[in-house]
């Protein structure tokens, strides 16, 4: 067993940092948290400017899951706050958390992280070198910490397919991380790629959606006008899906959902099943597409000079912008691929924690895991465990 940890980095000032440092010092534990930024609440402060490396919500952008099980254990949302709360009222909740907690002082904003090495003592120790730069002053330091949680998120880093013919296009072309604000795309047509929850938030101020593999919609709202996840996300539901047939599952669910929503008719309609992957969560879509303000398309062929080309089709359709809403990278810049390898865009992770070719329990990976219902909680959960870790009251065993 090791010996008590004491200082710990914690890499981001996101929800997932924020209850990191609450949770590790209510097990007496010195977290320090290194924010690039100068503001808390990561992917939940809307910023106007694009940069790499930083995360952020669409002006629009509205949560996905209800506030009754998205909330933090000690402290729920005001009760004034709508079930599903703007970004804006996310962000003002994650602060109130974050003062509440006395998370702030902890924090060094401006601080960027570089590199995240072992020590010399590391095989011995677990102890780990961390090397970050003032951004406004351009000071690099080092300082050696007992232990690291990353808890930078998986919405940083954009992922950028590039289509045939691609560079003839003379529209604009820009993913979904760097769309702050649809003014400039008003009366304009607009090729949205992708049909996940980012391509829905674009969709919804725009005119037109082209699918790569389908998608299964979800609606908000559930049965009565109840939150869908306060309806279905309870323990007799779960335990029915484990008893239960996985195709009789899927097949259900898909009947239900298709009730709402023809996604055959509407050529919606993926190749997977609905719970072999994160369904789309949209209540506008429906209407979109009964107004005809967006049309579901296949997938692109090839760009032209003024639009693209879909498949299955020969006659070039003409846009104005082309929207990647294509997911994102995972990434980490400053951690080298021998101490936490990234392959297929997936990281091994035990617990979704802790990489299990470490010696030691010392480098935790919090929030990189998508969760089916709000991960607000599962971050807390992680951020428990963590701590309990690292105060050695529970201990993660090497053969589990």
């Given at each position: 067993?090791?010996?008590?940890?004491?200082?710990v980095?914690?890499?981001?000032?996101?929800?997932?940092?924020?209850?990191?440092?609450?949770?590790?010092?209510?097990?007496?534990?010195?977290?320090?948290?290194?924010?690039?930024?100068?503001?808390?609440?990561?992917?939940?402060?809307?910023?106007?400017?694009?940069?790499?490396?930083?995360?952020?919500?669409?002006?629009?952008?509205?949560?996905n899951?209800?506030?009754?099980?998205?909330?933090?254990?000690?402290?729920?949302?005001?009760?004034?706050?709508?079930?599903?709360?703007?970004?804006?009222?996310?962000?003002e909740?994650?602060?109130?958390?974050?003062?509440?907690?006395?998370?702030v002082r902890?924090?060094?904003?401006?601080?960027?992280?570089?590199?995240?090495?072992?020590?010399?003592?590391?095989?011995?120790?677990?102890?780990?070198?961390?090397?970050?730069?003032?951004?406004?002053?351009?000071?690099?330091?080092?300082?050696?910490?007992?232990?690291?949680?990353?808890?930078?998120?998986?919405?940083?880093?954009?992922?950028?397919?590039?289509?045939?013919?691609?560079?003839?296009?003379?529209?604009?072309?820009?993913?979904?991380h760097?769309?702050?604000?649809?003014?400039?795309?008003?009366?304009?047509?607009?090729?949205?790629?992708?049909?996940?929850?980012?391509?829905?938030?674009?969709?919804?101020?725009?005119?037109?959606?082209?699918?790569?593999?389908?998608?299964?919609?979800?609606?908000?709202v559930?049965?009565?006008?109840?939150?869908?996840?306060?309806?279905?996300?309870?323990?007799?539901?779960?335990?029915?899906c484990?008893?239960?047939?996985y195709?009789?599952?899927?097949?259900?669910?898909?009947?239900?959902?298709?009730?709402?929503?023809?996604?055959?008719?509407?050529?919606?309609?993926?190749k997977?099943?609905?719970?072999?992957?994160?369904?789309?969560?949209?209540?506008?879509?429906?209407?979109?597409?009964?107004?005809?303000?967006?049309?579901?398309?296949g997938?692109?062929?090839?760009?032209?000079?003024?639009?693209?080309?879909?498949?299955?089709?020969?006659?070039?359709?003409?846009?104005?912008?082309?929207?990647?809403?294509?997911?994102?990278?995972?990434?980490f810049?400053?951690?080298?691929?021998?101490?936490?390898?990234?392959?297929?865009?997936?990281?091994?992770?035990?617990?979704?924690?802790?990489?299990?070719?470490?010696?030691?329990?010392?480098?935790?990976?919090?929030?990189?895991?998508?969760?089916?219902?709000?991960?607000?909680?599962?971050?807390?959960?992680?951020?428990?465990?963590?701590?309990?870790?690292?105060?050695?009251?529970?201990?993660?065993?090497?053969?589990?």
């Amino acid at each position: 067993m090791m010996s008590v940890c004491k200082k710990v980095a914690i890499i981001g000032a996101g929800p997932a940092g924020l209850r990191a440092i609450k949770n590790l010092k209510d097990e007496g534990l010195e977290p320090v948290c290194f924010e690039r930024t100068g503001h808390l609440g990561g992917l939940w402060r809307f910023h106007d400017e694009d940069m790499d490396g930083l995360a952020s919500v669409m002006k629009t952008t509205i949560i996905n899951t209800s506030k009754e099980l998205g909330a933090c254990s000690e402290c729920p949302p005001p009760a004034e706050y709508p079930n599903y709360m703007h970004h804006n009222q996310m962000y003002e909740y994650i602060k109130s958390l974050a003062i509440k907690g006395d998370c702030v002082r902890h924090i060094k904003f401006h601080h960027e992280t570089r590199s995240i090495e072992k020590a010399n003592d590391y095989e011995k120790t677990g102890r780990w070198r961390v090397t970050c730069r003032n951004t406004q002053t351009g000071e690099l330091v080092t300082e050696i910490f007992d232990a690291v949680c990353v808890c930078i998120g998986h919405h940083v880093y954009p992922h950028e397919p590039v289509f045939p013919r691609q560079e003839e296009f003379e529209g604009k072309i820009l993913h979904t991380h760097s769309l702050k604000k649809v003014d400039a795309f008003q009366d304009q047509g607009v090729v949205v790629v992708g049909m996940g929850n980012s391509g829905m938030d674009a969709a919804a101020d725009l005119t037109a959606v082209t699918k790569k593999t389908g998608a299964w919609i979800l609606p908000r709202v559930g049965p009565n006008g109840l939150p869908l996840d306060v309806v279905y996300l309870k323990r007799w539901v779960h335990l029915l899906c484990r008893l239960l047939p996985y195709n009789l599952i899927c097949y259900v669910s898909e009947k239900q959902i298709s009730e709402r929503l023809d996604h055959d008719l509407y050529n919606l309609k993926p190749k997977h099943r609905i719970w072999s992957q994160h369904p789309t969560v949209s209540d506008v879509l429906p209407i979109k597409l009964l107004s005809g303000t967006v049309a579901i398309r296949g997938n692109i062929k090839h760009f032209t000079k003024k639009g693209v080309v879909f498949e299955g089709e020969q006659e070039e359709t003409e846009v104005d912008a082309v929207i990647l809403a294509t997911g994102y990278k995972v990434k980490f810049p400053f951690l080298s691929n021998d101490i936490l390898p990234v392959v297929e865009n997936k990281v091994r992770l035990y617990k979704f924690i802790y990489s299990p070719d470490l010696p030691h329990p010392t480098l935790a990976i919090l929030g990189l895991v998508q969760t089916l219902g709000p991960g607000f909680p599962v971050a807390e959960m992680q951020a428990r465990w963590v701590g309990l870790c690292l105060a050695n009251l529970v201990y993660p065993q090497k053969n589990s």
